[in-house]
């Protein structure tokens, strides 16, 4: 699959690079990649996948605050979906551009507005408990299967109000086909998208549908929007999935990387531990230091200049969200220091402009409620044996990660 503009060589004036941000080699590492990325300059072209790049803080958030000129309509992944078909109907929040997309945004930030979000704190923070007292039971356990996975796919799927049967045999195969389409059709993508075939599309279709979610969840609040003229009927179920696919992987994975950074780094652990209430900012380092998401596509609806490089309309540009979190222009000659009293706002975790993640409220919360918890009990997080990579297109996390805690 190819962008709308496959350029000639004498049309690019930036840097080309044959960098493949979805090689294996490139997601076990890579920040040595951003790096070299980033001092290529401010533009580059990545001839692999007939696309711009951009690496560096600035101008991945000038891109993403100007909608008008990057537009998501076009899809966030590679493919084009102004010139090509997709594989899949683009999402009716995230792929599409105002005003639809400020009218089903509003829809949504609604639903997950702050005293929203507020009133799941105490059921979160119980189910938090528990899941700390079972780990800490346990001292030697799986953090990806019994932390990290356990959390959201309880309070997180409980609070959108799906049934508890099926949930870790699909949701998360569900999500991981979601985010690898981000990405280029490559044999990772391919094999994701047959394992959901086979099965994990057909059980979140059916418990997405109105008689099978409970009356107080949020999938339920969207059907009442729809109720309410506020939506289409048809698109109540659509963004039910959505909210299932956005609101699960990128916690599993936040969290994954939370626990992997407090275990290699017991000195950032330790002082979380001594004030539980820098967990929330603790939280928002991890989300700098190890980005959940590294990349996605804007397509241009215009010929635009973007630091001196001219870029055609209908062009696809891919924005490195984990290189931005790591860039020393924004963040100083300790971008690569993983440091829990640093002010870590501004960071590209979540995107930014008004396709900033919608759901990025609840994840913090759940993230933050998770740390405190843990913060409060445990003194020491040890990793005993090498965590396994979980590859994706676009989002990266763990499959596997032997740890052991103690009380303290």
């Not at 005003?99 to 105490?122: E, Q, S």
């Not at 440091?339 to 975790?349: I, K, L, P, Q, T």
Request: overall charge negative; some cysteine.
């Amino acid at each position: 699959m190819t962008s709308a503009h496959t350029l000639r060589p004498t049309e690019v004036t930036v840097p080309v690079t044959d960098f493949d941000p979805y090689a294996d080699a490139v997601l076990d590492d890579p920040y040595p990649h951003y790096e070299m990325l980033r001092e290529l300059g401010p533009v580059f072209y990545l001839s692999r996948y007939d696309a711009f790049g951009i690496a560096r803080h600035a101008e991945i958030d000038m891109v993403l605050r100007d909608a008008a000129t990057f537009c998501s309509s076009g899809g966030v992944g590679l493919a084009n979906f102004h010139v090509q078909e997709a594989w899949r109907k683009p999402s009716i929040i995230l792929e599409v551009d105002p005003p639809m997309h400020g009218r089903t945004r509003k829809v949504v930030a609604g639903l997950l507005a702050p005293a929203a979000i507020n009133k799941l704190r105490a059921t979160f923070e119980h189910q938090a408990e528990l899941l700390v007292d079972r780990v800490l039971e346990q001292g030697s356990f799986d953090a990806v299967t019994d932390l990290c996975e356990a959390y959201p796919l309880k309070v997180f799927a409980d609070a959108v109000g799906i049934p508890a049967e099926g949930r870790e045999k699909y949701l998360l195969a569900y999500g991981d086909m979601v985010f690898n389409a981000f990405g280029p059709v490559n044999d990772r993508f391919k094999a994701c998208l047959d394992k959901a075939q086979a099965g994990a599309i057909a059980w979140v279709t059916e418990v997405c549908k109105r008689e099978n979610l409970t009356p107080d969840g949020f999938g339920a609040q969207l059907y009442k929007a729809a109720d309410d003229g506020l939506l289409a009927p048809e698109e109540a179920p659509m963004l039910v999935r959505t909210l299932l696919s956005a609101g699960l992987d990128t916690t599993v994975f936040t969290l994954c990387n939370a626990i992997l950074s407090f275990a290699r780094y017991p000195d950032q652990w330790a002082l979380v531990h001594a004030n539980p209430s820098m967990a929330r900012q603790a939280l928002e380092e991890v989300l700098r230091f190890e980005s959940t998401f590294h990349s996605f596509y804007r397509t241009t609806t215009r010929e635009v200049e973007v630091a001196g490089a001219t870029m055609a309309n209908e062009q696809k540009v891919c924005v490195f969200i984990g290189s931005a979190n790591r860039d020393p222009r924004r963040w100083g000659d300790s971008a690569d220091k993983f440091d829990v009293s640093r002010r870590a706002a501004g960071n590209m975790a979540f995107g930014t402009g008004i396709h900033g993640c919608a759901g990025q409220m609840i994840a913090r919360l759940e993230g933050e409620i998770v740390l405190t918890a843990l913060a409060r009990r445990v003194k020491h997080i040890r990793l005993e044996g090498k965590p396994v990579i979980h590859y994706n297109n676009s989002v990266r996390g763990y499959t596997s990660m032997p740890v052991s805690i103690s009380a303290g």
